[in-house]
C-alpha cells in the first residue's frame, strides 16, 4: 500500500510548483523544458537525464500495473528507478539559485516512501514464496 500511495504522490508532486522564476511557478516538467530551452541540458547525460523525466510517470504507472497483476519484484523495481529519478532531479534542482516551492519537496517525500514501499513489497514477495 506504501508503493502505491508513495507513487501517485510522487508523480502528483512532479506536477506540482517546483520553482519560481519571475512572476511565474513552474512544475518538474516545466522547469526540465526551460532547461533544455536554455541550452542547459543540451549535453550527454544531462540531454538524457532530462529526456527521461518524461518517462517517470510512465515507469510509475507500470510500477502501479505489476503490482496490480502479481509482479511484486517488478513494481518495486520499477518504484526504485522512478523515485531515484525523482530524488536525483529534484537535488539537482534544489542546487540552483532558483527559488524552489512545495512541490519538490512533496516529490523528494514521496520518493522515500516509494523506496520503502519497494522495500516493503519486495519483502513480501520474498516471504509468500518461502
Known amino acids: 500500500m506504501l508503493l502505491v500511495v508513495g507513487t501517485a504522490s510522487m508523480v502528483s508532486g512532479a506536477l506540482l510548483p517546483w520553482v519560481a522564476t519571475g512572476e511565474r511557478q513552474r512544475n518538474s516538467f516545466e522547469v ?19 529526456q527521461g523525466w518524461y518517462l517517470v510517470p510512465v515507469v510509475a504507472a507500470l510500477a502501479l500495473l505489476a503490482l496490480a497483476v502479481g509482479c511484486r519484484r517488478a513494481a ?18 534544489r542546487a540552483t539559485s532558483l527559488p524552489t516551492r512545495f512541490g519538490i519537496g512533496v516529490t523528494m517525500g514521496a520518493a522515500v516512501l516509494v523506496v520503502i514501499g519497494a522495500a516493503l513489497t519486495a519483502g513480501r514477495d520474498k516471504e509468500q514464496r518461502s
Do not use: Q, T
Request: proline share 0%; hydrophobic share 70%; net charge negative.
Open 76 to 93: 518495486a523495481a520499477l518504484g526504485v528507478v522512478a523515485a531515484a529519478a525523482a530524488i536525483a532531479l529534484a537535488l539537482v534542482v
Open 32 to 50: 526540465v523544458r526551460a532547461g533544455h530551452a536554455l541550452g542547459v541540458l543540451d549535453d550527454g547525460v544531462e540531454k538524457l537525464a532530462g
